[in-house]
């Protein structure tokens, strides 16, 4: 196995984020499972060969943009266009991808830029959880 360290999401509607994800940043989707109640218990995208998980754990959680309408502060850690509790993913062509992102809908964080460890944008998904695109 080649992929030692998986990252896993928690979204309010995993259905809709894993269909948004695949559509907005080029994601693919591995596996999807629901339970009883038409929720994602277990789903896995996939980019480059590096796999995803995410789910709605319970209809209790709150996404970042949820806490963020609700609690100031909060609002105001979602006010930076940095990562913060995000994911970093190498990208083949940066250009494409910023440009797909930006017109299916996803909020840009900050524009490509160049310099230090190379060229890269900030984007948050429709539920607020961060995403760091570099240049492979």
Do not use: C
Request: net charge negative; aromatic share 14%.
């Amino acid at each position: 196995m080649d992929q030692v360290i998986v990252p896993m999401l928690a979204y309010e509607d995993g259905v809709a984020m894993m269909d948004w994800l695949t559509r907005v940043f080029g994601f693919v989707e591995k596996e999807r499972w629901m339970d009883e109640f038409g929720s994602l218990s277990h789903g896995e995208i996939e980019y480059g060969g590096q796999i995803i998980m995410l789910a709605s754990p319970s209809d209790q959680y709150e996404s970042p943009n949820t806490l963020a309408s609700r609690y100031p502060t909060a609002k105001r850690w979602l006010s930076v266009p940095y990562i913060f509790d995000g994911v970093l993913v190498y990208v083949e062509d940066l250009d494409k991808h910023f440009d797909r992102a930006k017109a299916e809908g996803a909020v840009i964080l900050s524009p490509i830029e160049e310099g230090g460890i190379g060229r890269r944008y900030r984007a948050a998904d429709a539920e607020g959880h961060r995403w760091f695109f570099l240049d492979k």
